[in-house]
């Protein structure tokens, strides 16, 4: 979704391919969403926010060889593999929608959204880094896992991703001018 990995000829025959990649790397990393959860354009606002079911149905197509082959030896671990798309769909929805157009939300403050509002993060500022936004887990294993910089770091605090360990920190970075959204929250 972020490089043209096959030739031309493949896109051209192709064009669902072309679209997601379009749609991801074009759209909504370079046109859109240049700030990680502003986009004050509406036509740009919701691109390549959500996982559509066509692009469920698609990757169910291209794993098959691997879903089938475990179905063949255990039809319960088949349909569990089958069932992780929809699941990892339904949070990618939820969660990924939410990092970019932030709504007052019962998760919003959760240790476990925070962790993962971080990594999708980093992710906007190196597309080669910290590929997916439900199971990070992936990204450690692939050694695909992103570095915060200074600045990164300091945008994470004012997005309350990232919340100061000490009233002391906090201060530094209010005297700074720096809003620490998240400071007062569990």
Do not use: C
């Not at 798309?85 to 949070?91: A, D, S």
């Not at 998760?107 to 910290?130: G, I, P």
């Amino acid at each position: 979704m972020h490089k043209k990995k096959f030739p031309e000829s493949i896109y051209n025959r192709m064009p669902y391919l072309l679209e997601v990649f379009e749609s991801h790397a074009v759209r909504h990393h370079a046109k859109w969403y240049r700030k990680f959860d502003y986009e004050p354009d509406p036509v740009g606002r919701e691109e390549n926010l959500e996982i559509l079911m066509v692009d469920i149905f698609a990757m169910l197509l291209v794993t098959m060889p691997a879903w089938a082959t475990l179905m063949w030896f255990s039809l319960l671990g088949g349909i569990i593999f089958i069932g992780v798309f929809f699941v990892h769909r339904f949070l990618w929805n939820t969660i990924h929608k939410q990092m970019h157009i932030p709504e007052d939300v019962i998760f919003r403050n959760w240790k476990s959204y925070r962790f993962l509002a971080r990594h999708h993060f980093l992710h906007h500022q190196d597309t080669d880094k910290n590929f997916n936004v439900v199971f990070p887990l992936t990204d450690t294993l692939f050694g695909t896992v992103g570095k915060a910089e200074l600045g990164d770091i300091r945008e994470m605090l004012r997005l309350g991703y990232l919340l100061p360990r000490s009233t002391r920190i906090q201060n530094k970075f209010q005297a700074q001018g720096i809003p620490v959204l998240g400071a007062n929250h569990p």
